[in-house]
């Protein structure tokens, strides 16, 4: 799977983790040069609290594009620290 927002590749990997639609990617399987930490964070009632990650590439932003949860429940611990996208940042196989 890779993720591609603004013609660059932000992650790659084959060993991504699917849950309710969005494929998650190992933090090694991400170019950490295009995130920026995000203050933002969202509850989810079975995953956990989500911390978000700003993308920046070739000086533009898409805030809060990226998610993930450092500490998730034990429903979601399959997903912990991994990294998911949304918010025009197209995931493809």
């Known amino acids: 799977m890779k993720a ?3 013609g660059q590749i932000i992650a790659e990997s084959d060993q991504t ?6 494929h998650y990617f190992p933090p ?6 295009y995130l920026l930490a995000s203050n933002r964070t969202s509850i989810c009632g079975w ?4 911390h978000y ?3 920046e590439v070739d000086g533009e932003r898409n805030p809060d594009a990226a998610w ?4 998730p429940k ?8 991994r990294i998911a996208f949304w918010k025009g940042v197209q995931v493809t196989a």
Do not use: F, H, M
């Not at 090694?28 to 040069?33: A, P, T």
């Open 17 to 22: 983790e699917l849950v309710e639609g969005n």
């Open 47 to 50: 995953k956990g609290t989500a």
């Open 4 to 6: 591609i927002w603004n």
């Open 28 to 33: 090694d399987s991400v170019r950490q040069k």
């Open 53 to 55: 990650y700003t993308l």
């Open 74 to 81: 034990e429903a979601a611990k399959a997903i912990a620290g």
């Open 68 to 71: 993930y949860y450092p500490a």
